[in-house]
């Protein structure tokens, strides 16, 4: 793999990021981002959007592992080639578990009649049945742990994208896809505790 371009003050940037040089952090950014995610995160995961999260968890592995990174004559660009593919290779050993997330999220809208939306944003033609819904939906949230509220009203209510909903509540996109699991589970059982039915 041929290496990115090395910036020539690199050691000296690496240090004030260090320090907690933003301006400094973010030259280093701008310079691996785009080589990173075109010769090792897209070719490997073959998903824009998955070659965009493990991208951004790559640079907050960097940015945390800065006052132990050791900067050496051979530059940035294998440490962080390093660091690329293993969060490429932690995103396809959780493929089989998203993959999972992604049915029972499914399932969920098809427990609640009418949800199934643009993005699963909910979406009936009826505007009367719309606002009963969003009522019978509202009631079973109040019950439920607020974060498992927010989670499903972000994603079901409103169709917001998984990267927008964790950056939101302040977790990782993989820890999301867990609190959104674990939130559908809770939402449809009590969701069929106070009478609600799927076509199923």
Known sequence: MASAPRLPDEGRLVERARRGDRAAFGRLYRAYAR????????????????AEDALRETFIAFFRALDR???????????LATLARNKARDLLRASGRRQRL?????????????????NGALAPDDEVF?????????????????????VLRMRLLEGRGRADCAEQ????????????????????????????????
């Open 35 to 50: 080589p990173l995610y075109a010769r090792v995160l897209a070719p490997m995961l073959g998903d824009r959007d998955d």
């Open 69 to 79: 990174y050791e900067w050496r004559e051979g530059g940035l660009w294998p440490y």
């Open 130 to 150: 719309r606002r009963q819904l969003r009522a019978r939906i509202d009631a079973v949230l109040e019950t439920l742990n607020p974060r498992y509220a927010q």
């Open 102 to 118: 992604r049915g029972a999220y499914a399932e969920l809208l098809e427990a609640v009649p009418g949800a199934q939306g643009a």
């Open 169 to 200: 509540l302040g977790v990782t996109v993989g820890n999301l896809d867990v609190l959104l699991y674990r939130a559908v589970r809770a939402f449809r059982k009590a969701w069929q505790a106070q009478g609600g039915h799927g076509d199923g």
